[in-house]
């Protein structure tokens, strides 16, 4: 038989076959010893030991991973991908110790951002983006996750949606858009919230149905997301908002949990959202309620790293829970700028004390279902799209017990070799 491309010798392919993996099933792997993958124009067609398929297939193109990890390509499933400047000056005042919500409050933060943000045009936002977007690539990121919310004004959020479209079409890495308008109150609605609310409610929502029907109307609709923390949306306002995005036909995702435990969890439980995210102050009774539904935990620990705090997200409960554990980036201006997911896996394993195989899955399979796409990505499966990585180690530990470095080596995204070290550009 023919195939495209086939990658043997693999020392070990992590598979992930059998769907999102929720409570203590975290970490199957499923993983086959000097293995093959073969592909056909932009899906996996087989797998299995490498001598075997390795007489099946006549190849047009053939890697050797002789002494490599062949495994899915990485999920992001929360990211702050497009904005406009940097937050570098606060960075500082956050290590002479200011908190992340002071200086948020004091019309920083967030805020700051968005005045950049509107300042920029939708060119501004794809070129400052496109950098970041590269550097995930190149540690492995095949589909992301990405948010508005450096808007705040109708205009200024389709913008935004606007660049992150073109750069899904112009970008090896695949997009999957979330609106959140509710990421913070504007500095021209302040202490008027419930007004702000109504801007959501009542036109952004309604303007956004009708872009998408006449920018995009052939992509399922983006997520709506709400940052339901106090200082930001409460518990009723995030309900307000949620419920109007569920009855519009949008599928839901939250913030909650960041700093304080306001409920948000227990709220995106019972609208069905597709995942709960941060999720640091849980109280046990929304773990629970979590754990016993559908909604996907995602857990960002390159937040509470990076504000140099130190409580992460219960990972040990939300599993004796049987909830639906994930992994992402958060990369943002703010509190997260960071690119690889390598790196989350790596915090992870020392701080929410996941083994290396629950980091991995959360980082594949689990996150690809905290986008609502588990049934195409996250594992490597026959019929699935071929989105591959190469990793430069015999051991799948090495992803969580090195850090700092790239070990990713090549990365496959629809079938097309679109990043190897020392060899091809990142298209
Ligand atoms: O997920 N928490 C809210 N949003 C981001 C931070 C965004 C920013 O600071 O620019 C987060 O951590
Ligand atoms: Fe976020």
Redesign the pocket.
């Known amino acids: 038989m023919n195939a495209d491309l086939l990658i043997h010798n693999a020392s070990q392919i992590l598979t992930l076959t059998g769907g999102p993996q929720s409570g203590q099933k975290l970490g199957e792997l499923r993983i086959i010893e000097n293995g093959a993958v073969a592909i056909v124009g932009e899906k996996i067609i087989a797998l299995g030991p490498s001598p075997k398929l390795g007489k099946q297939y006549q190849a047009a193109q053939e890697i050797d991973a002789t002494g490599r990890v062949v495994m899915p390509g990485f999920v992001d499933p929360?990211?702050?991908l497009v904005w406009a400047g940097d937050r570098a000056a606060e960075f500082e005042m956050r290590l002479a110790g200011a908190s992340y919500m002071e200086i948020m409050n004091a019309g920083g933060g967030i805020l700051s951002t968005v005045r950049q943000t509107r300042a920029a045009s939708v060119d501004d936002l794809v070129a400052q983006a496109r950098g970041r977007l590269n550097r995930m690539l190149s540690h492995g990121t095949t589909t992301a996750e990405v948010?508005t919310g450096y808007g705040l004004e109708t205009e200024t959020e389709l913008r935004m949606l606007e660049a992150i479209l073109r750069l899904d079409d112009e970008h090896a890495v695949e997009l999957i858009p979330t609106f959140?308008g509710a990421h913070a109150i504007p500095a021209e609605y302040s202490g008027q919230t419930e007004d702000y609310i109504d801007l959501i409610c009542n036109e952004m929502l309604t303007r956004l149905v009708n872009w998408w029907e006449e920018n995009a109307a052939e992509r399922p609709l983006p997520f709506v997301?709400v940052?339901c923390e106090t200082g930001a949306f409460d518990l009723d306002q995030s309900r307000r908002i949620l419920e109007r995005a569920k009855e519009l036909g949008f599928p839901l995702k939250i913030?909650a949990d960041e700093f304080d435990g306001l409920g948000g969890t227990l709220l995106a439980v019972e609208l069905g959202s597709t995942s709960a995210?941060?999720l640091v102050h849980t109280p046990q009774g929304d773990i629970e309620a979590l754990g016993s539904s559908q909604t996907v935990a995602v857990s960002?620990p390159c937040?509470p790293f990076g504000l140099a705090e130190n409580v992460y997200t219960p990972a040990k409960a939300i599993l004796e829970a049987g909830g639906i554990l994930a992994l992402a980036t958060?990369l943002?201006p703010g509190?997260a700028w960071c690119e690889s997911m390598q790196f989350p896996i790596a915090l992870a394993c020392r701080y929410m004390h996941l083994t290396p195989a629950q980091a991995i899955a959360a980082a594949t399979i689990n996150a690809a279902a905290a986008i609502a796409r588990a049934d195409r990505i996250g594992s490597l499966e026959p019929g699935k799209q071929a989105d591959v990585l190469i990793v430069e180690a015999p051991d799948y530990r090495h992803l969580g017990y090195r850090f700092g470095v790239n070990l990713v080596m090549t990365v496959i995204k629809r079938g097309k070799i679109v990043f190897s070290r020392g060899g091809e550009e990142i298209i």
């Open positions: 929360h990211t702050h948010k959140l997301d940052f913030h995210d941060h960002l937040t958060d943002n509190t």
